[in-house]
């Protein structure tokens, strides 16, 4: 049995939790309103102001598909209450990025601007040149879009140059030597 899927999910008093279809779960908060479709393996009710999530059968693979949906039903609430983000930051001599509307401009060295679309749902912002936040609602959308965001340039490991999530550490290697 999931540890994890057996801990009641608390509902704040700004969130209304409506159940569709009995595994379509949608949520509303001050921030915005998501939905998840839940597997039919999954039982769960509302008590109290908490959901209880309940296995209709006992099996390996149910039990593991258990505690991901708590906490995917987690994330949902804390989605719509405070909202997700990751930052990520630039380092390399002239790389630096600029958020114009809808659209994200990165200078990365290239002999062109990367330009990104901003997707719906998707705050980006850059208050220094050299450092990118990513806001949304969405966990799985944020964490998406700063993946596709470091992917423009990885961090390589011989200078370090690159977009790099923050606190993430790139191992330096040794250039070539010469005899």
Known sequence: MSRVGKKPIAIPQSV????????????????????HT?????????????????????????RAIYGLTRTLINNLIIGVTQGFSKELEIQGVGFKAQSQGKKLSLALGFS?????????????ETPKPNQIIVK?????KVGEISS???????PEPYKGKGIRYVGEYVRKKAGKTVA
Do not use: C, Q, W
């Open 38 to 62: 839940l597997p039919n393996i999954i039982a769960f009710k509302i008590e109290n102001s908490n959901i209880i999530l309940d296995m209709k059968s006992d099996t390996n693979s149910n």
């Open 112 to 124: 062109h601007p990367v330009e990104y679309d901003i997707p719906e749902g998707i705050i980006i």
């Open 136 to 140: 949304g609602i969405d966990k799985v």
């Open 16 to 35: 209304k939790v409506n159940i569709k279809d009995s595994n379509i779960i949608s949520v509303e908060g001050p921030k915005g309103n998501l939905s």
């Open 148 to 154: 596709r965001i470091r992917s423009f340039y990885r």
